[in-house]
């Protein structure tokens, strides 16, 4: 039958991955960085996911498609929800959650050549942080893209002193799944204020909706700020 159903440019798409978690039945998928519709069954063609496409590489069309199948939606959600809750928790050493002691280094005594890390605590992945851990209650939090580290030479100076630091990559990673493990960590601690850094490309920019999303569904009422940092390692924003 012909119907309404999405169509996407991959030489537009510049794989920031927005359109993925706009879509709330899942027909988009990021497949060799470039957004693809996964079935035809999945997409309602109500384009949700124009908007939030910066390039501008969805269109709505109409053609021969599959009908859109609610319960196909349903049973993939489902299987989804059941992966997550089957994803085995890392009990390494390395990941056991702790807080950083760090004493204040004179400048003047301190090897000129390295500068003392800030990072107050461990672990710093997303995926990692149990949401219930102490250090989480009445704390400072950054959430902070992973390559903000390597492209901005103060990061830890400015950003992760005296802050609980949270890093992920919306590219790369879940940004639904970010959503709702920062809802959990907002919700069960008491959260003084939370500051955002992120790259200035656009797969980072579902950091920022990771969080404000979050905020105002856990109902997170702080101080809040955001940072893009450019490629060059300058702050653009």
């Not at 219930?132 to 903000?148: P, T």
């Not at 990061?155 to 992760?160: N, R, S």
Request: overall charge negative.
């Amino acid at each position: 039958m012909k119907r309404k159903i999405i169509k996407i440019d991959k030489e537009l798409c510049n794989g920031c991955g927005l359109c993925v978690e706009a879509c709330h039945e899942g027909a988009i998928q990021m497949v060799d960085s470039k957004a693809q519709l996964v079935s035809d069954q999945y997409c309602d063609g109500l384009g949700n996911c124009l908007p939030a496409c910066p390039a501008g590489a969805i269109e709505i069309i109409e053609r021969e498609a599959d009908s859109y199948n609610q319960k196909a939606v349903e049973e993939k959600h489902k299987s989804e929800q059941k992966k997550k809750r089957e994803m085995p928790v890392c009990a390494c050493a390395e990941v056991v959650p702790q807080k950083i002691a760090r004493e204040e280094v004179n400048n003047i005594q301190s090897d000129i050549h390295q500068q003392p890390a800030k990072l107050q605590n461990w672990p710093v992945q997303l995926k990692l942080i149990n949401p219930g851990v102490d250090y989480l209650n009445n704390a400072d939090i950054l959430v902070m893209a992973d390559c903000v580290a390597y492209a901005y030479g103060n990061a830890h100076q400015e950003f992760i002193k005296d802050r609980i630091t949270i890093i992920g990559c919306p590219k790369l990673d879940d940004n639904e799944y970010y959503t709702e493990k920062l809802i959990e960590i907002f919700q069960r601690n008491n959260i003084k204020s939370i500051t955002v850094v992120r790259m200035e490309v656009p797969c980072c920019g579902g950091l920022f909706q990771a969080v404000k999303t979050a905020m105002l569904k856990s109902e997170t009422i702080v101080s809040y700020k955001e940072v893009v940092i450019g490629i060059n390692g300058e702050v653009k924003q």
